[in-house]
């Protein structure tokens, strides 16, 4: 049985929106800050750790599972940069089966192997695939697994969209012991409005943003050198930004429960937007305070 | 740390490394839990077993003033119609769960059966059984919970069975008393000591019960009977009693073990009280436990000699017996067919686990090479044995005693059975003296032919059992 060791933290967010980039390089940081940290991908990808694990290969706990009876902590785990322990719970063979179950089972399985009172870890943290799609996905926020949710959201509409589907989850979760949220990371921030664009969809959702990560070429090559930012180039500006990320999550334990909005809120929100962007990009003059 | 910080407690294979599928010699049994770890076995070929949501079920129709809502399709509340109807106990709903609530999930549906569960029955608990389809379907059992429990004002527990964690059905009484305790008494401070006993009794025969109750009334013990027939009030009352004792561990072990580990309640199993022998070192051991020994050692004089008379010259002296009970319950017959000079001819348990190593080292000393089957709900694999061994007297519980009787063999049925105590011994052997003088039912039965091929019976019996070979 699991006694709870550290701080756990589940990072959700869309696919492809960068959650597995942008979680390996916190774990790296608050594993160079000195921190005992574990990384566990729930994803039936299994490409979280990549980075933080020189993109060698590690076999998944459900992989494993399927082919062993008797699982050991060795069999399903590497120790990545800074001794950021890393683990992917993998899922079955695509088209089969269910995706949700075997992050549960992943989950339970770590829990009965006394991983987190054995390694004593100060942070956990879960990278969960994109939306909430399912009650299997929501299980780390909704199971007492997760004390805070982080969602990695870009300015795209469809991440937008999935983010305030996370904060649904969150709303029904957090009264009954599910995680509440700790705030929203806005990754590849590029084109001039998207700052805005987040902060301002954060705001109408009573959430706070916590970090703006911008577009850098310096994550794409730190990722073909099969590294994080923060051990391929150390000083860059974009490894700042994200030990700026990681000492929020250490110092700020603050969270809340968001307010999402409802179907008709978020279509007139995103048509409020359209307009504005149309606007910027054919260089309509107008009081802009938004942006 | 605590046993009841999870939503579930470990499965049997986990904390009592418990088998449910195994064919050998006792010796050989005893070198099962010799090591860290018991090696599991699959069975290839499986015709019937039950499962942890039965077994959870058996608990609940039996606590008072208690309704249970089943989170299920209708098929899943087959087993909570039989306790109703074959035995008139326990009120229950089923959410009869389709195809929509499959996808869309059935939170509204749930909310909405508990409501009117309580409106309709005004119990003083309300239970919320899941089921395999809400497991799968990860419902939100425990908001609905937190959301009801303070507008009802009662006590709503989830019981989160899932019919497939564990291959051991008796899983389910782990899971049925593990949510009970979370709910209503973790965190709590032990209650006051009261100086009541716990009888810890799981689906005992309420004679029996009677039986129990008289024995240690005798000795002067009060008692907070649990789980069976408890109320709310006596798990609270069990954290602050003197000594649990146990009357079948295989089901209650678990309650014992968290009252004695986490609110320092003395946990006694002395075996059970099957036998006027075992009945009296239950007796003696309940009495010592209680500082009772002398009153316990003279009430088992005066009652000992009691059914010695009633008896008379009842003696198995003879005859061969085979058993296939809970393995609890047959450790403890087997023990009563020995204490009147009958031999045991081979023994089939539900499951094996641990807790029974004790008794596999007696009865491996004494008889190295008596067979012990593990199974549940294996009548073809039990029947192949039947056959080989050729026993002249068979006990047991199961759903196939009438496929036993085509052999000819004379059956004694312990299902629904008082068995316990001098009273239920008693009752047993004058049971088994009239099955054993009137054969000629059996000799009608053995003319019907068996339900199996001639090959399948060919076969060895444990042709199914394999080592799991990843």
Redesign the interface.
């Known amino acids: 049985?699991?006694?709870k060791q550290g701080k756990h933290i589940a990072i959700y967010g869309k696919g492809g929106i960068g959650k597995s980039t942008t979680t390996s390089n916190i774990s790296a940081a608050l594993a160079e800050a000195g921190y005992r940290v574990i990384q566990v991908g729930c994803d039936p990808k299994s490409d979280s750790t990549t980075i933080l694990r020189g993109g060698n290969d590690l076999p998944t706990v459900l992989d494993t599972l399927r082919?062993?009876?008797?699982v050991r902590l060795e069999d399903i785990s590497a120790v990545g940069f800074g001794g950021v322990l890393c683990i992917e719970a993998g899922g079955p063979v695509p088209g089969v089966g269910?995706a949700?179950?075997g992050i549960?089972a992943a989950v339970e399985l770590l829990?009965?192997l006394k991983v987190f009172e054995e390694y004593k870890p100060d942070f956990v943290l879960y990278d969960v695939l994109g939306d909430v799609v399912?009650?299997?996905f929501?299980?780390p926020i909704?199971?007492g697994i997760a004390d805070r949710a982080f969602v990695v959201t870009s300015s795209d509409f469809m991440a937008v969209f999935a983010a305030n589907n996370l904060f649904k989850a969150i709303n029904?979760?957090a009264?009954?012991?599910g995680a509440r949220l700790g705030g929203v990371i806005a990754n590849s921030i590029q084109a001039s409005y998207s700052k805005a664009l987040i902060h301002d969809f954060a705001e109408e959702s009573g959430v706070p943003v916590i970090g703006y990560v911008p577009r850098s070429i310096t994550v794409a090559q730190s990722e073909l050198y099969g590294k994080t930012v923060i051990e391929a180039l150390p000083e860059s500006e974009q490894a700042e930004v994200y030990r700026k990320l990681a000492r929020y999550i250490d110092e700020n334990n603050d969270s809340v429960i968001p307010k999402p909005l409802n179907g008709p809120e978020l279509k007139k929100w995103a048509r409020k937007w359209g307009d504005r962007i149309f606007e910027v990009e054919t260089g309509v003059v107008q009081k802009m305070e938004a942006i | 740390?605590?046993?009841l910080?999870?939503?579930t407690p470990?499965i049997r294979e986990?904390r009592l490394d418990t088998l449910n599928a195994w064919l050998g010699p006792a010796k050989s049994a005893v070198g099962e839990f010799a090591g860290d770890?018991a090696v599991?076995r699959i069975r290839t070929f499986s015709q019937s077993t039950n499962d942890d949501v039965l077994h959870a079920l058996r608990i609940l129709s039996r606590i008072e003033n208690s309704v249970t809502v089943i989170h299920a399709p209708r098929g899943c509340a087959a087993g909570a119609l039989y306790h109703k109807l074959a035995l008139g106990q326990g009120n229950w709903l089923v959410t009869n769960l389709d195809q929509k609530d499959t996808i869309m999930?059935a939170d509204r549906k749930l909310r909405k059966a508990v409501t009117s569960a309580h409106r309709t029955y005004r119990p003083e608990v309300l239970f919320i059984l899941s089921s395999p389809v809400a497991a799968?379907?990860?419902?939100?059992i425990?908001?609905v919970?937190?959301?009801l429990q303070d507008e009802l004002e009662l006590p709503v527990i989830p019981v989160f069975v899932t019919g497939f964690a564990s291959r051991n059905a008796v899983t389910g009484y782990d899971i049925v008393l593990h949510s009970i305790l979370r709910q209503l008494v973790r965190g709590r401070e032990a209650g006051e000591r009261n100086g009541r006993v716990n009888l810890l009794s799981v689906t005992e025969h309420r004679a029996d019960i009677q039986e129990i109750t008289r024995l240690l009334t005798a000795l002067g013990l009060e008692l907070n009977i649990l789980p069976d027939h408890a109320t709310p009030g006596s798990f609270v009352q069990a954290t602050g009693a003197r000594l649990s004792l146990s009357l079948n561990q295989d089901a209650e072990n678990y309650l014992g073990t968290v009252l004695r580990d986490e609110y320092g309640v003395p946990y006694q199993a002395p075996g059970r009280p099957v036998g006027i022998e075992a009945t009296g070192q239950w007796l003696v051991a309940a009495g010592k436990a209680a500082g009772l020994e002398q009153a316990a050692a003279e009430l088992h004089r005066q009652e000992s000699a009691r059914i010695g008379r009633e008896l008379g010259d009842f003696s198995l002296s003879g005859v061969r017996v085979y058993l296939s009970l809970p393995p609890g319950m047959a450790f403890s017959v087997a023990s009563l067919v020995e204490e009147f000079g009958g031999e045991i001819a081979g023994i089939t348990v539900s499951h094996l686990d641990v807790l029974h190593k004790a008794r596999l080292e007696d009865i491996a000393s004494r008889h190295p090479s008596l067979q012990i089957h593990v199974a549940d709900g294996q009548p073809f694999e039990e029947l192949n044995i039947l056959r080989r061994i050729g026993p002249d007297l068979y006990i047991g519980d199961g759903n196939h005693l009438g496929q036993v009787g085509r052999l000819g063999i004379p059956v004694v049925s312990l299902e629904h059975s008082r068995l316990l105590g001098y009273d239920g011994t008693l009752i047993l052997c004058r049971r088994i003296s009239v099955v054993l003088k009137n054969r000629s039912f059996g000799q009608r039965l053995a003319s019907v032919a068996l339900p199996y091929k001639e090959s399948w019976l060919q076969r060895s019996p444990n042709w199914h059992i394999k080592k799991?070979v990843?």
Do not use: H, L
């Open positions: 049985m699991s006694e082919e062993q009876s008797k269910c949700g179950r549960n829990q009965d399912c009650g299997g929501a299980v909704r199971d029904k979760y009264p009954s012991g | 740390m605590s046993y910080k999870t939503k470990r986990k770890e599991q999930g799968i379907n990860n419902d939100d425990q908001a919970v937190d959301e799991e990843k």
